[in-house]
């Protein structure tokens, strides 16, 4: 049983070991979607939400499988039920709300299957956090990833401007930007054991 | 001159020999495509990481592929991406107590990246864009290739981080001992400024032959 307290669960997940510039999950959205803040803003929030509902299934999961006696399914049980699940999310919310579909839905079936989410799953399973610790998790790693995203996005919106370069162009000089915020992230390392 | 089915057979040799050639570096999956990055990034600190990591990949690659080739015909065309994810995740299994037996210590420093291989878009890729549509050996060759090319991308970043933030290569010291490491290459900003100048030196030569030419 992990004994960590809830606030520094999610200290650590958002800031201190930021998901996408310390643990490199959630790279491909990283770099494909971080052009305009809004749209970078919106991405955070629809991978928040995922987040959220991939943390309660995998809780749910992780505990049949280990009444089963069966961990070596955990992994295709994992996929499987996180992707059925935001699929069952987004058809309700397409029903019920049609403005937050418009701002989320198209997000949706796109990170179903990013490292990110998956990724939490396994992490949350392999410290042993408990339901409360598990949704702080969720959200201290939905808020780290939409940090790095609108970071990274004012931050390009600004190159746009100035000129660059053709060598540097295009996903070398995005690499070589995110290896600076990523330093800047490393100043808050020990803040938190 | 030679017969219609000698010619027959030549070609495609060369097909297949190209089919395997491609991913090492025209069609390079980390270089040019820019897939899977992220265990690309995450875990080549080390050059025997960097090597577990991708030959993990290739197994599981070349294994996914060739299932998919297989099962082209018996897979609905509705359910498609999510029985390539079934197979993907079943091998994935497979590498993961595999590797687990091989080498404890290589295991628990990749940690939770061999799971993670499930969702590098890599192997969906080919299993899609490839395995599909293309007999078994096509496909198998065409998995190895880019798996091939998977993991050169990841030497080329375990060799360089290792180098340079650690002075040694697979554990030798290289530099002897008055070097200083260059401790900020093995961890994560290292990663992102290796990456990057890869890509900027590729970009380089590209340029460079371009205007040549």
Redesign the interface.
């Known amino acids: 049983m992990n004994t960590a307290s809830s606030m520094s669960i999610f200290l650590n997940a958002a800031i201190i070991n930021n998901f996408v510039?310390?643990?490199?999950?959630?790279?491909?959205p990283f770099?494909g979607v971080s052009n305009k803040t809004d749209t970078a803003m919106r991405m955070g929030g629809a991978v928040t939400f995922v987040m959220l509902v991939a943390s309660v299934c995998a809780f749910g999961i992780n505990k049949v499988l280990t009444w089963m006696g069966a961990p070596?399914l955990?992994?295709?049980a994992y996929?499987?039920v996180i992707?059925s699940a935001v699929q069952l999310v987004e058809m309700i919310i397409k029903k019920f709300s049609p403005a937050l579909f418009r701002a989320l839905g198209i997000f949706l079936p796109l990170i179903t299957?990013?490292?990110a989410i998956?990724?939490l799953a396994?992490?949350q399973t392999?410290r042993q956090y408990d339901f409360v610790q598990s949704l702080a998790f969720a959200l201290g790693a939905g808020a780290g990833f939409t940090l790095a995203l609108v970071l990274m996005a004012g931050l390009r919106e600004r190159l746009e401007l100035s000129t660059v370069s053709?060598?540097?162009?295009?996903?070398?000089?995005?690499?070589?930007l995110?290896?600076?915020l990523?330093?800047a992230f490393?100043g808050f390392a020990g803040m938190a054991s | 001159m030679a017969t219609p089915a000698a010619n027959l057979t030549r070609k495609t040799d060369i097909q297949s020999a190209d089919t395997f050639i491609k991913g090492l570096w025209r069609e390079n999956p980390v270089f040019v495509a820019l897939l899977g990055m992220c265990p690309v990034l995450a875990v080549t600190n080390s050059v025997i990481n960097a090597l577990a990591i991708g030959l993990a990949s290739t197994f599981v690659v070349t294994l996914s592929s060739t299932m998919v080739s297989l099962a082209k015909n018996v897979i609905p065309k509705q359910v498609r991406i999510a029985s390539y994810i079934l197979i993907i995740a079943t091998f994935v299994t497979v590498t993961e107590y595999m590797l687990q037996a091989l080498s404890y210590d290589v295991h628990k420093a990749l940690g939770a990246f061999i799971p993670l291989i499930v969702v590098n878009c890599m192997i969906l890729g080919r299993s899609e864009a490839f395995a599909s549509r293309n007999s078994v050996g096509l496909a198998a060759l065409d998995a190895l290739g880019m798996g091939m090319g998977f993991t050169l991308a990841c030497l080329s970043l375990g060799t360089v981080r290792e180098l340079l933030g650690n002075g040694t290569l697979l554990g030798i010291p290289i530099f002897g001992p008055s070097f200083e490491p260059w401790v900020i290459m093995v961890l994560p900003p290292g990663a992102f400024f290796v990456l990057g100048m890869w890509l900027l030196l590729f970009n380089w030569f590209k340029q460079r032959k371009e205007a040549a030419e």
């Open positions: 510039l310390a643990m490199f999950l959630g790279i491909c770099l070596y955990q992994l295709i996929i499987v992707a299957t990013n490292c998956l990724g396994l992490f392999a053709s060598v540097v162009q295009g996903a070398a000089l995005t690499l070589i995110a290896g600076v990523s330093m490393m």
